[in-house]
T-cell receptor, first 116, second 113 residues
Framework: EPEVTQTPSHQVTQMGQEVILRCVPI?????FYWYRQILGQKVEFLVS????????KSEIFDDQFSVERPDGSNFTLKIRSTKLEDSAMYFC??????????????FGPGTRLLVL | AQSVTQLGSHVSVSEGALVLLRCNYS??????LFWYVQYPNQGLQLLLK??????LVKGINGFEAEFKKSETSFHLTKPSAHMSDAAEYFC???????????FGSGTRLSIRP
């Protein structure tokens, strides 16, 4: 069964460093998302991406964050200068875009980011 | 604006007992509603979704949920709990299939032997 994959599964970084979280969405999916879950808190929307541009972003998604689809398979989230409060589990999701199952967002296993 | 409220951050039931996880939503438009499950150290898996078709929605692993517009509720049930059901359950809402998903704060389900 197709699935969303994310790498790395865990990343530890120093405050102020840049990190890139990688996601491979399900093949042929058209809509891509990033969410995050700070430990013990709810899952929060960060950004949605369609047709090579951001379609919606939350207040969390400030200038320190960027997303990119550098090729036909990867979808990345970059944090330019990490802060302690960026420590969280980051989930990538993708959606087909057609009716029926295409309305469902499928989530990856997440990348646990720890900023020291 | 949309939001969901999950009543009870932790629910504990005996194996074989009924599981009932409560969710109330707020939405200015007809909502899309979801239940996701998160097993320890894993990602989010869709259990079931409501997208304006039948109000009683059946999902995987024997779970089902009923959309009640008058009560703005979308409670999750399972007739008989299994030990393997122990996980975190998230109710979620979106305005459309294209929109972001707004998650509730989650309910941790524990199963007693």
């Amino acid at each position: 069964e197709p699935e969303v994959t994310q790498t790395p599964s865990h990343q530890v970084t120093q405050m102020g460093q840049e990190v890139i979280l990688r996601c491979v969405p399900i093949s042929n999916h058209l809509y891509f998302y990033w969410y995050r879950q700070i430990l013990g808190q709810k899952v929060e929307f960060l950004v949605s991406f369609y047709n090579n541009e951001i379609s919606e972003k939350s207040e969390i998604f400030d200038d320190q964050f960027s997303v990119e689809r550098p090729d036909g398979s990867n979808f990345t989230l970059k944090i330019r200068s990490t802060k302690l409060e960026d420590s969280a589990m980051y989930f990538c999701a993708s959606r087909g875009g057609l009716a029926g199952d295409g309305e469902t967002q499928y989530f990856g296993p997440g990348t646990r980011l720890l900023v020291l | 604006a949309q939001s969901v409220t999950q009543l009870g951050s932790h629910v504990s039931v005996s194996e074989g007992a009924l599981v009932l996880l409560r969710c109330n939503y707020s939405s200015s438009v007809p909502p899309y509603l979801f239940w996701y499950v998160q097993y320890p150290n894993q990602g989010l898996q869709l259990l079931l979704k409501y997208t304006s078709a039948a109000t009683l929605v059946k999902g995987i692993n024997g779970f089902e949920a009923e959309f009640k517009k008058s009560e703005t509720s979308f409670h999750l049930t399972k007739p008989s709990a299994h030990m393997s059901d122990a996980a975190e359950y998230f109710c979620a809402v979106s305005a459309s299939s294209a929109s972001k998903i707004i998650f509730g704060s989650g309910t941790r389900l524990s199963i007693r032997p």
